[in-house]
Structure formats: C-alpha cells, structure tokens
C-alpha cells in the first residue's frame, strides 16, 4: 500500500471513529444530577487512540466530542471539549497489535485525570464568566475561593464518566482483540 493509500485510510478511519464518539456521546447517555451526563464516547477515543497514530487520533477525539456538545446545545464546552478529548487520546499507543495492552489499560488513569481536572477548570471558567460584573470581572471572580468550590460539584460526575469510560473501553478493546479487528481493518495490500 503506497503512502497516499495508507494516509487516506487512516483519514477514513478517522472520520468513522470520530462519528462513533458523537454518536455515543449524543444518543447513549445518562443524565447526571449536575446537568452533565455520563456516556460512551470517551471508551471509543481509547479505542481510536489504540488504533491510530496519535495524530489521527486526536484530530478525530476533537472532532467527535465538540460534535456531540454542539449538536447537544452545550456551546460552552464546545471548544474547552475538543481540546481536552484530544488531550485524552495521547496517553495511549497504537504500536501493538493488539488494542488491550498492560500499557494502554494503565494510560486510562491518566486519560481519566486529565477529564476531570480539565473539565474542573472548565467550570470555574464558566462560573466565573457567569459572576462577573463591573465591579468585580473576571479575573476577581475567577480567583474567588467561592467560585472554585462551586465547580466542585462538577467533580464527581467527570470522575464517574471517566471509570464508566474506563470500563466500556477495557471491554471494547477485549472484543476488538478477540477479532483480531485491527489487524484485519489495518491489513496492508
């Protein structure tokens, strides 16, 4: 397979895992009590991860996650979600062939930390915006303790989607490994 070949392969591939995200995120979820929602989208940004060069895979993590905000009408997260669902897919490595590795089951932990910190930060952002006013602004309501323990509340249900993500992926990947499904898909010729 030439290079141009190879190249637009993972293009598609990327495009279609992508879509799965979007798909998973949107339509397979469980509200949450703080208005966020637990879904499967992230165990296929794992999986893609595991599949793709770390390139591909983040550029498809972005788009897949920020897709399913936009098209849920959470146009805040919009951007803060393509850029943390792209920082998720780096832990991971797609060097063996195999989906399920000891290195990549562990890489969910990080993956995991950088969700609910960074999904945190978000909200404080966001609170902070929302508390502004003339005489305080942003910046006196972003370092405002209260504001900080107010995105607390958040930290729950991103560390509940990370071990729900964490689960669906280790499953996934066993099925995936079982069909031997990216030796298959990424056969050269």
């Not at 595991?50 to 399913?68: N, R």
Request: net charge positive; charged share 10%; glycine share 8%.
């Amino acid at each position: 397979m030439n290079k141009t070949n190879s190249a637009l392969k993972k293009m598609a591939i990327t495009a279609m895992f992508a879509a799965m995200t979007t798909v998973l995120t949107y339509f397979v979820k469980i509200p949450m009590p703080g208005g966020g929602y637990i879904h499967l989208g992230d165990s296929v940004i794992y999986l893609m991860a595991c599949f793709l060069p770390t390139p591909y895979a983040m550029i498809g993590a972005g788009i897949g996650g920020s897709l399913a905000d936009l098209f849920g009408g959470y146009f805040e997260y919009v951007i803060p979600t393509f850029i943390i669902k792209m920082l998720i897919a780096i832990p991971f490595t797609c060097k063996s062939d195999k989906m399920l590795t000891v290195r990549n089951a562990l890489m969910i932990v990080p993956s995991g930390l950088i969700t609910v910190a960074l999904y945190y930060l978000t909200k404080v952002v966001l609170l902070a915006v929302d508390k502004a006013t003339a005489s305080v602004g942003f910046v006196g309501s972003f370092f405002d303790g209260s504001t900080w323990v107010a995105a607390l509340s958040n930290i729950p249900e991103n560390t509940i989607q990370a071990a729900g993500s964490a689960v669906a992926f280790i499953i996934f990947a066993l099925a995936f490994d079982s069909a031997k499904l990216k030796k298959r898909v990424l056969r050269v010729g």
